[in-house]
Nanobody
Framework: QVQLVEFGGGSVQSGGSLRLSCRASGYTLRNSLMGWFRQAPGKERETVARINLDGTATYADSVKGRFTISQDNAKNTLYLQMNSLKPEDTAIYYC?????????????WGQGTQVTVSS
């Protein structure tokens, strides 16, 4: 059974940094796509970042240059380094994983972690 567990959310002031982690169990990151989504109150869920099979990363325009996604296959863990945080980054952040053919609607999700950025 696939389990994705996120860590690292919290509250930070504008301009601060946080690093999110997502540990996968019962699942291997190899040959799968993993990524981060977020959902703010009253808004639709959006893709924040994704690691592609060739190792490159895709980012939402709103986070380019500020967020960095990375993956440690040995630890089966996905990371999201978030710098220069803005109040509009406030949301619940979710990691997700699945084979490429299931994206952009992966089937496996973590429980989410809250990120709150105050001005």
């Amino acid at each position: 059974q696939v389990q994705l567990v996120e860590f690292g959310g919290g509250s930070v002031q504008s301009g601060g940094s946080l690093r999110l982690s997502c540990r996968a169990s019962g699942y291997t990151l190899r040959n799968s796509l993993m990524g981060w989504f977020r959902q703010a109150p009253g808004k639709e869920r959006e893709t924040v970042a994704r690691i592609n099979l060739d190792g490159t990363a895709t980012y939402a325009d709103s986070v380019k240059g500020r967020f960095t996604i990375s993956q440690d296959n040995a630890k089966n863990t996905l990371y999201l380094q978030m710098n220069s945080l803005k109040p509009e980054d406030t949301a619940i952040y979710y990691c997700a994983a699945d084979r490429q053919e299931w994206w952009p609607s992966p089937r496996n999700w973590g429980q989410g972690t809250q990120v709150t950025v105050s001005s």
